[in-house]
């Protein structure tokens, strides 16, 4: 009887422990980048990070990750009179299969060429297989570079987070809400993706 009681207060104290971890955590990451979400007083960006978001069976750009690519092609317009211009990055996943058939990178940078973005002010990153490998993969950049990252809002908050502490000079545009049916499953992946990316930032660096 003495066992089971010690056991229930353990496991009490497990999830107790465990949901003030998520909240922290979480609470953490939203109050450092709400503040960076479309600002008011934005500043010209000198890169435009989309992060990938996957790709229809016939290889261009699913919905989400058009909506994206059209959120990066709004912000380039709004700056490309002036003297210097954004280039837009395409960070996504290249992966090596044996028909060579998923190229998230190249099909971004295509679709960007066939709306008018011209392929100079292009870069493409092939290994961006994760959030937290397109902001690693940032690091050849100036450091005074000013970066806009474009993705949904769910998912902004964390990107922003991770370069956030990694000392970049930040922006995060969200791209429209895509409801497929599975927004919620995403969003709870997302408060545990959030979990992990603050315990490695804030005591693995």
């Known amino acids: 009887m003495l066992a089971r009681k010690i056991i229930g207060i353990l496991l009490l104290v497990i999830f107790a422990v465990s949901f003030l971890t998520v909240l922290i955590a979480n609470g953490v990451v939203f109050s450092l980048t709400a503040p960076h979400i479309s600002p008011k007083d934005d500043q010209k960006p000198d890169y435009i990070l989309v992060l990938g978001a996957g790709l229809n069976d016939d290889g261009s750009p699913g919905r989400m990750l058009r909506d994206r690519l059209n959120t990066a092609i709004d912000l380039y317009e709004k700056y490309k009179n002036e003297a210097s211009v954004p280039t837009i ?3 996504g996943d290249r992966s090596i299969n044996e028909d060579k ?3 998230e990178v190249t099909a971004m940078h295509n679709y960007l060429l066939e709306k008018g ?4 002010s292009v870069l493409e990153d092939p290994y961006g297989f994760s959030t937290s490998e397109s902001i690693a993969n940032l690091h050849n ?9 474009v993705t949904q809002e769910y998912h902004l908050y964390r990107a922003l987070f991770i370069a956030y502490m990694n000392d ?6 969200a791209a429209p809400p895509y409801d497929d049916g ?9 408060i545990a993706a959030r ?10 660096s």
């Open 89 to 91: 990055i395409v960070s």
């Open 101 to 103: 058939s998923y190229d």
């Open 141 to 149: 950049l100036e450091k005074d570079a000013h970066i806009a990252i």
């Open 182 to 190: 599975m927004q919620f499953y995403r969003e709870l992946r997302e």
């Open 195 to 204: 979990m992990k990316d603050f315990f490695l930032c804030v005591f693995a």
């Open 168 to 173: 970049y000079s930040i922006s995060g545009y």
């Open 117 to 120: 973005i011209p392929d100079e």
